[in-house]
């Protein structure tokens, strides 16, 4: 099908951009990459009466490292970093990056666009909160910067203000000794994962001295798993405490039955996959290099 | 593009180049949606999100009011000025009146009920949101044997769901019971319902000219001949009166042969509009939601009986089958089935009673592997339950029941003739090629561990050139019988040679094999060939069997198209002998530095191929008066030889070629994750002689791809009220590259003895990894406790099973009787 008419406003800049927005009310809407708001709108399941397209606004597709922080910009796709050396260096975002989609989305798709639509299956939010993230917003009342955890705030709601915009994700990066990964299971290329694992962890020898363990897909945002990271925190890592970790997991995961799966196979996802990441991840973190991404049916 | 080299001593077996990549590859086709005409229209429709229910009013007075909008037609218009499509069943089937937009009732959620026509696509979809229907629900109908209780009717006028019903017995079922050692019973085995997802979707432009009362089609329906049969009584018109036009089409895989109501409806717009062309392209939702999907079957109450030595003497069971909402192409899938009566197995006796009913789902049409599938992985689903009830190992169970090789041709208990086919060979190259005893060994190295990891075989069929005589045993009366192609050969006034069929081919490569055929014939190079594929019924080289379907281009289509090749040659070689003065004899063919020509050998003249057409064509005066029947235009029909069916005892030969295919893989169930990897795959496929074996192969690919998907990724699901869950690629899951093992590939060839060239039609492929996946499921799982009795299996489904299982609400139920 095709969408509604609809007004189409190029923004030259991202201050123009939010002016716009707030010039033209609640049926306007931001168009960054378009891979979730198209096929809404050729659904007619959004029908807003104005588009205002980020895509040419300059400066806004970055990969840069500054101050122990790496600063992605709005418009980054996910292609770009996929393919970055500069962000393999946190190998959380790699893989997130690599699995996302197709690769048409990854082409097109970009990390501000799919943090600001927060969908519940998204990759981004659930690879992100891991980590020490930042969301850099600009709104009628300027800049402003929300903790990721504060940002996402239910399934497809942010704490983003109408014509308020992300400009920038910045992640600090992890101290030496970490390690992550990012595994989802997907059924096919092109759709959302049946359940995503993100974990980040820290070791001192075998002792796992911090940990960040999310859920994708299996509750209306991001679930940290803070029973599964109490299990592990202080631990010697070996199958019995993973163990008990992942059933922590299950435990916290909040799934919903559909096409899918069945929110028990979901836990049971959750399980497995929380098993093998943090086997990635402390296999990363003693300095292993594993490839490591979605996973397919 | 880079000439085209023989690699053999024939044209016909070499891997050619396909002629048509060149054009396709670089976005030069032609579909249907290419077309642009002068004052076009564009159509869209507004469907039912119900599943059933009563259509209490239509109001398109908001749609027609928008600017841009030319006309609406609504279900009562449609009815008020046609006649219900054809129904093949007989007595109450017969009764069913389904028209293309729904009149009094919807019967499948997206079907259509009215259609609006408007100056451009966006347009149209305006205005599609602006009708108004109002809907009183009624019980939705959604699983089959619900269905057969008629609790809830789709078709009032009918009085019952079911569309047909019939027993197929033969030979001393109840004796070979009695007789048995073992008797082997399955309560319930279900094949599920899935479709096809061609790149393009279906696309009509119909044109009705108030003026001249004529129809125009361009669309890409892969059996037009059929689908104007359809429409010419529908609209009530002289068939005469409708010209069908397709050009390039972008996979069909049987499923595009029931778009006939689409073309309806859009020849009825175009009328309304006064005269304007009407261009409908589908969207990839109403694709999946209201095109057509495959035929759904359950099997119960399955009885086999086997002697000692574990060969099947008997199988008895009772087939219902569900065609979606309305029959359309309908119930010939209940005889179609029956081409495989018997599989590969040499079973004498049999009884199936076999019923067909609607259901408040989409329609169904001919999807690849089209009711043969079903009954295929019955039957293998039989022999790997019975193999391991009795304690037999899966190969060799295959090689106790498979027809020898020395059997063929090969008459089954139906009447139906396999022509050629040796499926132990085709077991031990596929078992080479796999490595059998490398992965039994560790398949019990995994076992030891407790690991999920089995080995499966699938055998199957591919029956090719269907005998249009099967439909009588649906309906008595039913005037089709046999099976034909049409193809013409001529050189052109310049001399070229062009040679045009009548089938619609959508990546089968019929340009190429059709040039290959010509190539042998006048020994000259493929290259030197044009072949025009496409139908037209202004063409006059159809036949009213023409399209490209049921596996047989290359038995109907080349057969045809040799035989005009022939004739033409024929006429060249009177006409050079006439013109170099020697007897045709002295005549050899072949290219010399003018062309392509003919010489005489005697005397080294020669004449090549603008010489002659040029005497025929434009320079008649200097034929002598016995040369003046000469033409260098020969068409020729090629008919196949079939008798009609026993009707009454549903005896009889269906289908001229069987191609057989074998596929061996090697799956391990993760225990974690409970995702099926396919650690290993083989398919080893008999056609016969190939003409081109790179496009066999690529076939192969295809169909396997295809298959693999339906086994473990597509399905269409319905819920409790008849919601399709998924009408989506996110949730329908089409097979992609990601999920596509590597296959080894492997051939035999067992040439037919009833084609001229021995080859057998096979682009279908007979779903032989559905079969396959099964039986190495089966053999993972056999050590838990479960049957697998859903031809859809997915890492979902098989937790759910071992779930149930240790929970003990697992109804499956598999019993063996032992009387030895």
Redesign the interface.
């Known amino acids: ?5 609809f007004h189409y406003h190029r923004a030259g800049s991202l201050k123009e951009a939010v002016t716009m927005l707030g010039q033209l009310g609640k049926n306007a809407k931001f168009l960054a990459g378009g891979q979730s708001l198209i096929p809404l709108l050729k ?2 399941f959004a029908n807003p009466e104005h588009l205002v397209d980020l895509s040419f606004i300059p400066g806004t597709s970055f990969i840069k490292e500054d101050s122990g922080a790496m600063h992605f910009g709005l418009m980054t796709r996910h292609s770009e970093i996929e393919h970055s050396a500069l962000a393999r260096r946190i190998p959380v975002l790699h893989d997130c990056a690599a699995g996302i989609a ?1 690769v048409q989305v990854r082409n097109q798709g970009t990390i501000g666009g799919s943090l600001a639509e927060a969908d519940p299956s998204g990759d981004w939010a659930n690879a992100l909160i891991t980590l020490d993230t930042t969301v850099h917003c600009l709104g009628a009342n300027g800049t402003r910067t929300i903790a990721l955890s504060d940002f996402v705030t239910d399934a497809y709601t942010t704490a983003l203000a109408h014509e308020e915009l992300v400009t920038e994700v910045v992640v600090k990066i992890p101290p030496k000794g970490s390690g992550g990964a990012y595994l989802a ?1 997907k ?6 994962p049946s359940a995503s694992v993100a974990v980040q962890l820290k070791l001192a020898g075998d002792v796992c001295e911090d940990v960040a363990i999310a859920l994708g897909c299996v509750g209306l945002t991001a679930i940290r798993a803070t029973e599964a990271e109490t299990a592990l925190r202080g631990q010697i890592l070996n199958d019995k405490t993973v163990a008990t970790a992942a059933e922590a997991a299950r435990a916290a995961a909040d799934p919903q039955s559909d ?1 899918r ?2 929110a ?2 979901k836990r ?2 959750i ?3 929380a ?2 990441a943090i086997q990635i991840a402390a296999r990363r973190a003693r300095g292993e290099k594993v490839e490591g991404a979605h ?3 | 593009m880079t000439e085209a080299i023989k690699n053999g001593p024939t044209w016909v077996g070499t891997s050619l180049p396909r002629k048509e990549e060149d054009r396709l590859l670089r976005g030069r086709g032609k579909f249907v949606d290419d077309i642009k005409l002068r004052e076009m229209t564009y159509l869209r429709f507004v469907r039912s999100p119900y599943a059933h229910a009563r259509v209490l009013s239509v109001d398109t007075s908001a749609a027609e009011a928008l600017p841009g909008v030319v006309c609406t037609i609504t279900g009562k218009e449609v009815a008020a000025q046609t006649q219900p499509f054809i129904e093949m069943a007989p007595g109450q089937g017969q009764k069913i009146r389904d028209f293309p937009l729904a009149v009094e009732k919807v019967r499948y959620q997206g079907e259509p009920v009215a259609a609006v026509i408007a100056e451009s ?2 347009l149209a ?2 205005a599609a ?1 602006l009708v108004q229907v109002e809907y009183e629900p009624l019980e939705p109908v959604v699983d089959s044997e619900e269905a057969l209780l008629n609790k809830s009717i789709l078709h009032e006028e009918a009085g019952t769901n079911q569309v047909w019903t019939g027993i197929w017995e033969f030979g001393e079922v109840e004796k070979a019971f009695q007789e048995a050692a073992y008797v082997v019973k399955i309560d319930r085995m279900h094949f599920h319902r899935f479709s096809s997802t061609p790149l393009e979707t279906n696309v009509v432009i119909g044109q009705w000219e108030p003026k001249e009362d004529r129809i125009q089609y361009w669309c890409n329906n892969s059996f037009p001949s059929f689908a104007i049969q359809f429409i010419a009584a529908h609209l009530m018109v002289h068939i005469d009166r409708i010209r069908a036009q397709t050009s390039d089409i972008g996979g069909s895989f049987g499923i595009k042969i029931t778009s006939y109501p689409q073309m309806a409806v859009c020849a009825l717009a175009s009328k309304k509009a006064g005269g304007r062309p009407v261009k409908w392209v589908e ?1 990839r ?1 109403e694709h999946m939601t209201a095109s057509a999907h495959g035929n759904e079957r359950t099997f119960r109450d399955t009885r086999v009986a086997l002697d000692k030595n574990g060969e099947i003497t008997a199988i008895a069971s009772r087939h219902i089958d569900d065609c979606g909402a309305y029959p359309r192409y309908e119930p010939l899938g209940c005889v179609i089935y029956s081409q495989v009566f018997c599989g590969t197995y040499r079973f004498k006796n049999a009884r199936i009673e076999f019923t067909q009913t609607v259901s408040n789902k989409c329609p169904v049409g001919p999807n690849r592997g089209y009711s043969r599938m079903q009954h295929l992985w019955f039957l293998e689903r039989i022999v790997d339950i019975c193999a391991h009830e009795i304690g037999i190992a899966p190969d060799e169970m295959r090689l106790r029941n498979y027809i020898r090789p020395e059997e063929f041709p090969y008459t089954t208990p139906n009447g139906c003739v396999y022509d050629s086919g040796n499926y132990p060979k085709m077991l031990e190259v596929a078992k080479d090629l796999i490595g059998w005893d490398a992965w039994q060994k560790k398949r019990a190295e995994a076992r030891r561990e407790g690991r999920m990891f089995g080995i499966g075989i699938g055998t199957t069929l591919d029956s090719g050139t269907n005998n249009f005589g099967q439909s009588q045993i649906v309906d008595p009366n039913a005037p089709f019988s046999g099976n034909s192609q049409g193809a013409n050969c001529k050189l052109d006034i310049y001399g070229e040679v062009v040679v045009a069929v009548g089938s619609c081919p959508q990546g089968q490569g019929h340009e190429t094999v059709a040039a290959q055929v010509v190539a042998d014939v006048l020994n000259i190079s493929p290259d030197m060939i044009t072949v025009r594929t496409g139908f037209d019924t202004e063409r006059n080289v159809h036949t009213g069997m023409s399209g490209t379907y049921a596996s047989q281009f290359v038995v109907s289509g080349l057969s045809a198209v040799h035989g005009a090749a022939q004739k033409l040659k024929a006429e060249m070689k009177r006409l050079a002998a006439f013109v170099l003065k020697t007897s045709e004899d002295d005549l050899e063919f072949g290219t010399g530095g003018m062309g392509p020509e003919v010489k005489a050998k005697s005397t080294g003249k020669s004449i090549n191929y603008w010489g002659l057409a040029n005497i025929v064509n434009v320079n008649s005066a200097v034929l002598s008066p016995e040369l003046q029947d000469v033409t260098l235009n020969c068409r020729y029909i090629w008919r196949a030889n079939f008798k009609v069916p026993d009707k009454e005892k549903k005896y009889g030969n269906l289908t001229l070629t069987y191609s057989s295919q074998l596929h061996i893989a090697v799956i391990e169930v ?1 225990r ?4 099926p990897k396919i650690l290993d795959y083989v398919a080893v496929e008999d056609c016969g002689v190939a003409i081109n074996p790179r496009i066999v192969e690529g076939q192969v690919y295809g169909a396997t791809a295809h298959a693999i998907g339906a086994a ?2 597509e399905n269409c ?1 319905y819920d409790a009220v008849g919601n399709m ?2 009408s989506t ?3 329908y ?4 590259s ?2 596509i093992p590597n296959i080894k590939y492997g051939h035999i060839s067992t040439p037919s003895p009833f084609t001229y060239s021995g080859a057998k039609g096979m682009g279908e492929g007979g779903a032989g990894p559905i079969h396959t996946i099964s039986a190495t499921l089966q053999d993972a799982l056999f050590g838990q406790g479960i049957f697998i009795n859903e031809s859809f299996n ?3 489904s098989i ?2 099973s071992l ?1 149930y299982r240790e929970g003990g609400q697992l109804a499956q139920s598999v019993t063996l009787e032992k009387r030895v």
């Open positions: 099908m095709y969408p509604r008419s659904f007619r197709d299971f059924r096919a290329a092109p759709v959302y096409m799966g069945s028990e196979y049971q996802l399980v497995a996959l098993k093998r996973l397919y049916a | 696509a966006s979809d305006d949101e969207t939702s993760d974690d994750t409970f995702v473990l990724m699901v869950l998924t690629f996110s949730d899951t089409p097979i992609t990601m999920n997915n890492a979902n937790f759910r779930k």
